[in-house]
């Protein structure tokens, strides 16, 4: 008895709950997740409090309710404005946290989460785009769409627009956020394998384009596994009557297709350059097998792909469990071989090649990967 008493984290509980917790334990400010020693507006927060929000309806325990809510007080000011962030970057990436104030906002009424929400919005209306109406990634990543890109901005996007927006105004942005799937598709993919290459430049600019197709060299996976969660989240709330949503649909099943092909047959996860499991240096990467074992599983209980893949996203859990996961002598879970960070272009400049995606930083516990940990628990009941 007195062993369970010592645990922080009870091994009793699913691995949702138990990730969750564990999370929790190491950043017990919801606003410093993802190592900061600040507080910060940024994509990984929204990540993880998408999995607490999660929790919370499935278990109703009201920590981690309030760990989401702390979240958007601390960064939310009494007037509506956003701490740390600044709507001259034109950053898709900031949109994501604003999934947080989407779901509190409805609860609290709180007049400064509607202001910080149009904020957000308004983002969408002055984001530079490419020539055939693309969102740029950044304003500083001039030309460029990025699969990241996608998650960040279109389940934000389409959320407010079903709660705010109707007639004429809504059914503008429905298509536009269809618009930005289409575009990805037209630009991103490659035919042979189906896969999405990470990004694309227009202007062909950047040293890591290709200069006749203008994408980046390689498939990486998180890339990946933010596309096929972009997509499953956006059908959510995409209307049930609206033309783009049998072509989503078909994206979604084309992507399973080919986010399959090339699922390590041994331990059900995927590598991180994931059409080159047998390249020196490689290796199965945690936040890219998280996803995908989400976006199956949630596809699966959509009905939006075929039952198969749920034998897959099992198999794909399971291999997470058996190979990236330990747990420390308290029950503190730690979900380990997460690729900290990946992009193109920048400063020291992100040449996309192999060796730059098998090089970059492999960390534990990375808000990136633990998130759609739990996301993925929850799809399984597990």
Request: aromatic share 14%; proline share 3%.
């Amino acid at each position: 008895m007195a062993e369970t008493e010592t645990k922080v984290v009870s091994d009793s509980l699913k691995w949702s709950e138990r990730m969750m917790l564990s999370e929790m334990e190491r950043f017990p400010e919801a606003s410093k997740l993802d190592f900061r020693d600040k507080p910060k507006w940024s994509y990984t927060n929204g990540l993880v409090l998408k999995a607490a929000k999660e929790v919370y309806e499935k278990t109703g325990k009201q920590q981690y309710y309030d760990y989401l809510y702390a979240y958007a007080d601390t960064m939310i000011t009494d007037q509506g404005a956003i701490r740390t962030y600044k709507l001259s970057d034109q950053n898709l990436d900031m949109l994501n946290s604003g999934n947080v104030l989407l779901y509190l906002y409805p609860k609290t009424k709180e007049e400064r989460f509607l202001e910080a929400l149009k904020t957000l919005r308004s983002q969408i209306d002055t984001q530079p785009r490419t020539s055939d109406g693309g969102f740029w990634h950044k304003k500083r990543y001039t030309h460029q769409m990025w699969l990241d890109g996608l998650y960040m901005a279109e389940p934000f996007y389409a959320h407010y627009t079903q709660m705010f927006s109707d007639g004429e105004t809504a059914k503008k942005a429905y298509d536009d956020i269809v618009h930005q799937f289409d575009l990805i598709q037209e630009h991103s993919l490659d035919q042979e394998t189906g896969l999405l290459y990470h990004g694309w430049d227009e202007s062909r600019e950047q040293k890591w384009a290709n200069k006749e197709t203008g994408t980046s060299p390689h498939f990486w996976s998180r890339a990946m596994g933010w596309y096929g969660m972009a997509l499953v989240d956006v059908l959510d709330y995409l209307p049930e009557d609206h033309p783009g949503r049998e072509k989503l649909i078909n994206y979604l099943k084309q992507f399973s297709e080919a986010v399959v092909a090339v699922q390590d047959e041994k331990s059900g996860l995927w590598y991180q350059v994931l059409d080159q499991g047998d390249r020196e240096g490689n290796y199965l990467e945690a936040s890219g097998s998280s996803m995908f074992v989400y976006t199956f599983a949630k596809a699966v209980s959509k009905g939006y792909i075929s039952q198969d893949y749920q034998t897959i996203a099992e198999k794909g859990y399971q291999g997470i469990l058996d190979n990236l996961i330990s747990v420390e002598e308290n029950g503190i879970v730690n979900l380990n071989e997460v690729c900290a960070v990946a992009g193109l272009g920048g400063e020291p400049y992100r040449d996309a090649s192999f060796e730059y995606y098998v090089n970059e930083e492999i960390r534990s516990n990375d808000p990136k990967g633990t998130g759609p940990f739990i996301l993925a628990s929850l799809q399984l009941d597990r």
